[in-house]
């Protein structure tokens, strides 16, 4: 097994120290199939299987079958190694052309109008984009009545900073239907505004959200 190995030498612990690209193919491999065989290591059958399969280029396209055909090799690890073979591909092969692009506070209000001009409660959600001003994630920071106090800056930026976001829209419904900005609307919008300055993610606009019909708080000058 891994633990048989020095501490240091373990691809586990070189994984935890310097990151995962420090680790070979087949200590990589060796981390998923984790246990060897009682003539082999575990760094041992995953090199052979590399070898079997001649490197990574046909090993991705190995079946379970084929894999299983491996002595040393069970159902139990040949899953995981292809869950995350499937799991790489997957990956490579996202493609964020599609995301939703916003270029205009009438984009944005497209974007969240169906969902947001019915709801009984105020919903204060941030949308987070990237610098082409696509939409990477929604999220909806917190419901009930806006209140400076409560729309804390922390909250809306920390989904910013864990995905890098360029820019943030902040938007809120106002459940009367009559979007027109109130006092604490332009106080959060402006305390907001200088919280990104600061951390260096622009506040692109504050939307309210009426009954079909919006109003941007940068168009009305408070941004």
């Not at 020095?6 to 994984?15: A, C, V």
């Not at 490197?55 to 995350?84: F, H, N, P, Q, Y």
């Amino acid at each position: 097994m891994i633990r048989d190995f020095p501490k240091d030498e373990r691809p586990r612990e070189r994984f935890i120290h310097s990151g995962p690209e420090s680790l070979s193919n087949h200590e990589l491999l060796a981390l998923l199939l984790r246990t060897g065989t009682k003539e082999e290591s575990v760094l041992q059958l995953a090199n052979r299987l590399l070898t079997e399969f001649e490197g990574l280029r046909l090993l991705k396209d190995a079946t379970l079958d084929e894999m299983t055909a491996i002595k040393g090799i069970g159902s139990a690890k040949a899953i995981l190694v292809l869950a995350a073979l499937e799991l790489g591909r997957r990956v490579s092969n996202l493609n964020y052309d599609d995301r939703y692009v916003i270029r205009s506070p009438e984009d944005g209000a497209k974007y969240v109008m169906n969902d947001m001009r019915f709801l009984t409660q105020e919903h204060f959600v941030t949308l987070y984009l990237n610098t082409k001003n696509q939409v990477m994630c929604k999220k909806t920071v917190f419901i009930g009545s806006l209140n400076a106090s409560i729309v804390h800056p922390r909250e809306v930026f920390k989904e910013a900073l864990r995905r890098s976001a360029a820019s943030i829209i902040c938007i809120h419904n106002h459940p009367s239907g009559d979007p027109a900005p109130s006092r604490e609307d332009i106080d959060v919008t402006r305390r907001l505004n200088e919280c990104g300055k600061i951390l260096g993610i622009d506040l692109l606009d504050h939307l309210i959200i009426g009954e079909n019909k919006f109003c941007s708080l940068k168009e009305k000058g408070y941004l």
